[in-house]
């Protein structure tokens, strides 16, 4: 089976903090709660939906999934959705995807939550698609995602200068520029037992 064929289909996948589930219009009242944790939207350097959009940025993602470009999951605590996650610009010839469009409520940052998440991804990409690279990318000033990214193992390519137009409203027509940030196939063995021991820790604590 091919790598497109894999990442449109729906799969859950669960570890011991976090399950990733298939994303579904069913979510969007916890999301809405979600994003108001912190009000996300407000930070200028990301592309996080306002309440009022989440409805639509739900429908936005089911539709690029449809189109085979993505494969969205909502991240589950307890039975209740505290963000999003996805696989996204799938590079099917070079079996290579991003991991992105990412964002927690507020009471989980700064908990297991995202190196679980990551983990589970993480471990998805490289050993049922059989990916040779998985791909991170942030704005440059986003200095908190890119400590997160740095921490999974994940080594810094290179960076995109005037990749993107900003449009949030306290940056409108500022130039992004872009980091991005990968792990390799051959690097996997060492970030999972990485991840696996900075999880093992968690549990300890």
């Known amino acids: 089976m091919t790598v497109p064929n894999l990442l449109t289909q729906a799969t859950t996948l669960r570890g011991q903090h976090v399950c990733l589930m298939p994303l579904s219009a069913a979510h969007h009242d916890d999301l809405l709660e979600a994003v ?14 306002t309440p009022d959009k989440m409805a639509s940025e739900i429908e936005r993602r089911l539709s690029l999934q449809k ?13 209740k ?17 991003e991991i992105g469009s990412t964002w927690y409520r507020a009471s989980v940052q700064r908990s ?14 490289f050993e049922q698609l059989q990916c040779n690279a998985v791909e991170f990318r942030t ?16 080594k810094l390519d290179g960076v995109l200068r005037n990749h993107q ?10 130039l992004r520029d872009t980091c991005v940030y990968s792990i390799l196939n051959t690097e996997w063995p060492t970030v999972k037992a990485h991840l ?9 604590a």
């Open 81 to 97: 959705s505290v963000g999003m996650t996805t696989y996204m610009n799938i590079d099917a010839a070079n079996l290579r995807v």
């Open 139 to 154: 704005h440059y000033f986003n200095q908190q995602s890119r400590r997160a990214i740095e921490r999974l193992g994940a």
């Open 112 to 125: 297991p939550v995202n190196t679980e998440c990551k983990r589970l991804l993480l471990a998805y990409a």
């Open 67 to 79: 189109q085979g470009s993505m494969l969205p999951f909502t991240v589950q605590v307890n039975g």
């Open 196 to 204: 696996d021991y900075q999880l093992s820790r968690s549990r300890e």
């Open 36 to 49: 108001k944790d912190g009000e996300l939207w407000r930070h200028w350097y990301t592309a996080i939906p």
């Open 165 to 174: 137009i900003n449009h949030h409203p306290d940056a409108a027509g500022a």
